[in-house]
């Protein structure tokens, strides 16, 4: 890119705050080393958040954050972006809850987000808009006259047209994203879903174009990581007990409570293992306001204890159980310990922690990973033992032939997955969507059809 191109970072949240995640760490790095903009909400609820727009630069990335009032985040954020959308786009509309207030309000946050993005730009800037709490963004830059070229990228699945279509306001929604110049997604199952939906209910709409980018981790600098001294020693009789180590947000569409049940088969199933296995599952709360997590939080700690009554006894404990937060540099060396990496959600679009599993082993003597076919890393990591985590017999087993399995088999497997992370790693990623969304610019015809890797 020339040198008067600016990547503008558009996200519900900013890396001004600790929480911002994932999309945060993968891209900050490399950010500060070129002139570029991360715009997006500081965190902060104010009751009059007009006029408040705060900046600060990190390295050549200046940061651009707004407040937004309690009740607007409400409705775009805890309303429709995570009432509606995620539940649905993660095949869960038992879990939907529509109000028309709350779509009003997802729409005005948006608008909102546009108008104070709109005096920070530049003519050649590049807009790279994340994730499904901005999916009208593009339609509502549009509307301001904003020209630039505008790219989304989402991070979560997007769902089949037969799900897709009980969304409410679907139609309005494939509109506005037809508003952006290229769509990227985390796999081709994503991208086929969307343009198959476009075409059955808005086929008068020309699809933009559209592209597979599965998000990649740095594997180098998260095996220095997992190469420092640990903070907690899990497992320290390595000899004696095998680690099954498993980290999640605490979501229903981890698949938590069936993680647990397969692992209570698994010690039913093989006494022999009582006193040498111990999972460790690490799931801090979110969302702890709304019923469904208030559920899967009392459910999971009701399994929990099962296990523990069952199975457990003075010298050994089966499960242990953690509800906070850990930072990267702890969890890093607590993946090197452990013979098993247990990442089964039930619907994911990529799963980092699949990723940051495979990085942190030692290629001496690597763990294992067990992965559930529906997260989006299914895709790329053909060494994990692949399971259905609806099925607790198949976990179980997966389980057992992981922590049995020869070290030869587990140097192969990792050998493999070591490769792909390499060759797709989140600088790769990021180079080759913003590679693509400067090409679009100049093709006139828009298909829907995937730009070539």
Same mark, same amino acid.
């Given at each position: ?17 600790? /929480? +911002?995640?994932?999309?945060? /760490? ?44 309690? =009740? ?41 987000? $546009? ?23 593009? %339609? ?63 086929? =008068? ?22 190469? +420092? ?32 049940? $397969? ?13 040498? @296995? ?7 709360? /979110? ?7 208030? =559920?899967?939080?009392? &459910?999971?700690?009701?399994? %929990? ?42 619907? &994911?679009?990529?799963?980092? @922690? ?9 290629? &001496? ?12 890393? $299914? ?43 390499? +060759? ?20 006139? @015809?828009?298909?829907? =059809?995937?730009?070539?890797?």
């Amino acid at each position: 890119m020339d040198r008067l191109e600016r990547v503008v970072i558009v996200a519900n949240r900013t890396p001004a705050v600790k /929480s +911002a995640g994932g999309l945060a /760490s993968g891209l900050l790095d490399a950010l500060k080393k070129e002139r570029s903009l991360w715009f997006g909400w500081s965190g902060e609820l104010r009751e009059d958040p007009s006029n408040t727009l705060q900046q600060f630069s990190q390295g050549k990335l200046t940061v651009a954050a707004i407040p937004l009032s309690p =009740e607007a985040h409400n409705r775009y954020y805890n309303g429709f972006a995570n009432g509606v959308l995620w539940p649905a786009f993660h095949h869960r509309l038992d879990l939907m809850c529509f109000t028309e207030d709350d779509y009003t309000g997802y729409l005005e946050v948006n608008q909102h987000m $546009a108008e104070q993005l709109r005096p920070l730009l530049n003519d050649n800037d590049i807009i790279w808009v994340h994730d499904y709490h901005l999916l009208p963004f593009a %339609a509502m830059c549009r509307g301001l006259g904003i020209q630039q070229r505008l790219g989304f990228f989402l991070h979560i699945p997007f769902p089949v047209p037969s799900v897709a279509q009980a969304i409410p306001r679907i139609d309005e929604l494939l509109d506005a994203m037809c508003s952006y110049d290229l769509l990227g997604f985390q796999t081709e199952d994503d991208r086929q879903a969307f343009v198959a939906l476009c075409r059955e209910r808005r086929p =008068e709409i020309p699809i933009p174009q559209t592209g597979v980018y599965p998000i990649g981790v740095d594997p180098h600098a998260l095996r220095r990581e997992a190469e +420092a001294k640990p903070v907690v020693e899990l497992w320290p009789d390595a000899g004696k007990i095998q680690g099954i180590i498993s980290v999640d947000r605490l979501d229903y569409t981890k698949g938590l409570p069936e993680r647990f049940k $397969a692992y209570g088969l698994l010690l039913e199933e093989h006494p022999e293992l009582h006193g040498n @296995v111990q999972l460790v599952q690490i799931a801090p709360p /979110s969302r702890t306001d709304v019923p469904a997590y208030a =559920e899967l939080r009392h &459910d999971l700690t009701a399994l %929990a204890g099962e296990i523990l009554g069952k199975h457990g006894d003075l010298e050994w404990q089966p499960l242990v159980y953690v509800e906070r937060q850990h930072d990267r540099a702890v969890l890093m060396p607590l993946y090197r310990q452990a013979r098993v990496g247990l990442v089964t959600p039930l619907k &994911d679009g990529m799963n980092l @922690v699949a990723k940051e599993f495979v990085a942190a082993q030692d290629p &001496d003597d690597p763990g294992v990973l067990v992965l559930s076919r529906f997260a989006g890393a $299914a895709c790329q990591l053909d060494g994990a033992l692949l399971v259905n985590p609806h099925d607790p017999g198949e976990v179980a087993d997966a389980m057992r032939y992981a922590l049995t399995m020869s070290l030869e088999e587990r140097r192969a497997r990792h050998r493999r997955m070591w490769a792909v992370l390499c +060759a797709s790693d989140i600088d790769g990623w990021r180079r080759r969507f913003l590679v693509d969304l400067k090409a679009v610019r100049t093709q006139k @015809v828009k298909t829907g =059809e995937p730009l070539s890797a």
